[in-house]
């Protein structure tokens, strides 16, 4: 599995395990979102998460929430299922790769 680069501060190590789950909730939320059509819904949760992403290093994950902004404003539903799957490989990834976390954590 691909592994994501993750720059994080030393104090926030110990709420990673937090914001993993924060974002998986959060990725509930862009589903319903989509399968809703509901464009105003879906740019609010891309830019807060996005700001998330960002305060905890998450750099791509930041970007990929950019991208599923953008084309959320644009309602280009097929494109906005992309990203999230994409979104969901990613985070993923970091929950199977983040030893810091207790979630799905393989060594």
């Keep these: 599995m691909k592994k994501f680069p993750l720059e994080v501060r030393p104090s926030l190590l ?51 929430f950019q991208d599923l902004e953008d084309c959320a404003r644009l309602a280009n539903w097929e494109q906005s299922i992309s990203l999230v799957k994409e979104i969901d490989i990613y985070l993923t990834s970091l929950s199977d790769n983040c030893r810091c976390t207790g979630i799905k954590n393989k060594d």
């Excluded at 989509?34 to 105003?40: E, G, L, M």
Aim: glycine share 6%; net charge negative.
């Design 14 to 64: 110990p709420l990673i395990p937090l914001f993993l789950e924060k974002m998986f909730t959060e990725h509930e939320k862009l589903i319903t979102a989509i399968k809703s059509s509901d464009v105003d819904q879906l740019v609010f949760l891309c830019h807060a998460n996005k700001g998330a992403a960002a305060i905890y290093g998450c750099h791509t994950l930041g970007q990929m």
